[in-house]
């Protein structure tokens, strides 16, 4: 079959993309997703979360990593949507965009102006519905709904005062390009649901004849005609199929599937390649390379009374929560579970914060295991993380997964920051009004208190906070190390570009879902050369658009 775009991955980046395809510029387009519809109550409800990323889910797909030697030897799993709509389907619906100085960051790596904040402001402007903010910084009347939260468990209430206590200032809104303060988490939902990027950006085109989506299909490589990319190859249904693309592909599949499709389509470090047996097309050593993720450290404790969320799924409680959800869509199942969070620097406290803090009614990190009591988690994520990762190729077999080493505490100061922040959160839990609510510290454990003790803990414990990127960065030209060039498109090659979070030359300081959600729109601009320059110049000539 022959399209003129070729989408690979469904998620939150593809959405974006195929919608504005299909729904502006009136183009074929094949979208091409690994994962299942998402079609569950669970995706539609906030704490259906819980459930989909660790009770296990056929909507997240886990990565089980090679041994970590900076974890002492530990592997780690680490949960990515496998659905329509991505991460957007399954995450816990933070609405965060990062601070100012994330992007500069971006326009220092990359030289374009437009990937800084102010160039992206207009893009987070036009896709949120923002139900109480509405200013220079936030859309009100967007496909992307955001609103404050319906239910808070009282330790949220409880954490914000303790932190007010600490000194930290209450902030209002976290997406104004500042991040610093204590407040209450802005997500993406409305009126007690969830809003995917099925729901703001696929749902209206989904209908549409000039859309082609198939899902549970796994794309096997990209073709090409000479360097030029003009399809791709999937398995779907026991079957191979191709499909040709006369514009271009776009790849969305993530972090870890992007870099290796590209691997698998022979772009690549050489040497890597060819250990696999993989024809080298182009030499790009910085595919699978410079992984981010954020990983958090945590402090669990025990509560006196009834505090948090334990025994909510659970008997007449569980029938109460879902009568007063399905009646008024209010109520625990309303909530992700995290409703408050923090951003601050212990090191300089008007500095840029490296950590995001939370508070969660649960005991982590594994809240679904059954527990005699009632208790929280404080967590501190660390959000500037010096340490570096990779993504290699386990085999040339398609069917086999990403060789992910995040290499979390790989750099020293990220393991004494996380160290500092269980002692700081340590420290909160001892102000009122948790102190007369707090019973038994149970992770690290009071016998815990030594920098070696508590970096042991660290390396036993710590997970990620599910937001790898950066591995296919964006940079300038000239730079051996980037993969992509500043319109996103795959150096050495033609007509392929990468759209989703793996285009990240550094990481965010928050969660990353909005961001990919605007890096995809800007994308879809800069593809069409519709940006502010190019119709400054006159060149808003759609040198790609289907004729």
């Known amino acids: 079959m022959d399209y003129d775009y070729i989408v690979i991955g469904a998620g939150s980046a593809g959405c974006v993309t195929a919608s504005r395809l299909v729904r502006e510029w009136g183009a074929k387009v094949l979208l091409l997703e690994a994962g299942p519809p998402a079609n569950s109550a669970l995706i539609r409800m906030p704490a259906g979360t819980f459930k989909m990323l660790f009770n296990g889910s056929p909507y997240v797909k886990r990565y089980a990593s090679a041994r970590q030697p900076s974890l002492g030897g530990r592997t780690v799993s680490i949960p990515q949507g496998n659905v329509v709509g991505g991460g957007s389907s399954v995450n816990a619906m933070a609405y965060t965009r990062g601070s100012r100085a994330d992007y500069d960051r971006w326009v220092a790596a990359t030289g374009d102006t437009g990937w800084s904040w102010d160039g992206l402001v207009p893009y987070f402007r036009k896709q949120e519905g923002n139900q109480r903010l509405d200013n220079e910084a936030h859309g009100a009347d967007g496909p992307l709904k955001v609103s404050d939260p319906l239910y808070r468990a009282d330790v949220a209430d409880r954490f914000v005062r303790a932190m007010q206590r600490q000194g930290l200032p209450f902030a209002t809104d976290f997406n104004a390009g500042s991040l610093r303060g204590v407040g209450y988490m802005q997500t993406t939902t409305h009126r007690g649901q969830r809003c995917s990027a099925v729901d703001a950006f696929l749902a209206p085109v989904i209908s549409d004849p000039l859309l082609s989506m198939i899902t549970e299909a796994n794309v096997q490589r990209i073709l090409f005609d000479g360097a030029r990319a003009v399809g791709v190859e999937y398995a779907v249904g026991g079957k191979r199929v191709r499909a040709r693309a006369s514009a271009e592909v776009i790849v969305c599949a993530g972090a870890f599937a992007t870099p290796k499709l590209l691997m698998l389509s022979g772009i690549g470090p050489a040497a890597h390649l060819r250990e696999h047996g993989v024809e080298v097309r182009v030499d790009s050593p910085g595919v699978g390379e410079h992984l981010q993720d954020h990983n958090v450290a945590v ?207 550094s990481i965010i300081s928050s969660n990353t879902n909005a961001t990919v959600m605007a890096v995809a729109d800007r994308a879809v601009d800069i593809m069409m050369l519709r940006t502010p320059a190019a119709l400054a110049t006159g060149d808003g000539v759609l040198a790609t658009r289907p004729g």
């Open 299 to 505: 402090v669990s404790m025990t509560t006196h009374g009834q505090h948090g969320y334990f025994g909510e799924d659970r008997g007449v409680r569980a029938l109460w929560n879902g009568l007063q959800y399905l009646a008024f869509h209010n109520g625990p199942i309303a909530s992700n579970g995290a409703e408050t969070m923090a951003f601050v620097n212990l090191q300089d406290s008007d500095g840029e914060p490296d950590l995001q803090l939370y508070c969660v009614g649960v005991m982590w990190p594994d809240p679904q295991a059954p527990r005699p009591t009632y208790g929280m988690t404080l967590m501190a994520n660390l959000v500037r993380p010096r340490s570096r990762g990779t993504v290699r190729l386990a085999s040339a077999n398609p069917a086999d997964d990403a060789l992910v080493s995040p290499n979390w505490l790989g750099d020293d100061e990220d393991r004494a920051r996380l160290v500092q922040a269980i002692r700081y959160l340590r420290g909160v839990a001892a102000l009122e009004p948790f102190a007369s609510i707090v019973g038994q510290e149970v992770g690290p454990g009071p016998q815990l208190n030594s920098d070696d003790e508590l970096s042991e803990y660290i390396r036993r414990t710590t997970e990620s906070n599910y937001h790898p990127v950066g591995t296919c960065r964006m940079g300038r030209p000239g730079d051996p190390k980037s993969v992509l060039t500043p319109d996103l498109k795959v150096k050495g090659v033609t007509g392929l570009r990468v759209f989703d979070a793996s285009m990240m030359p």
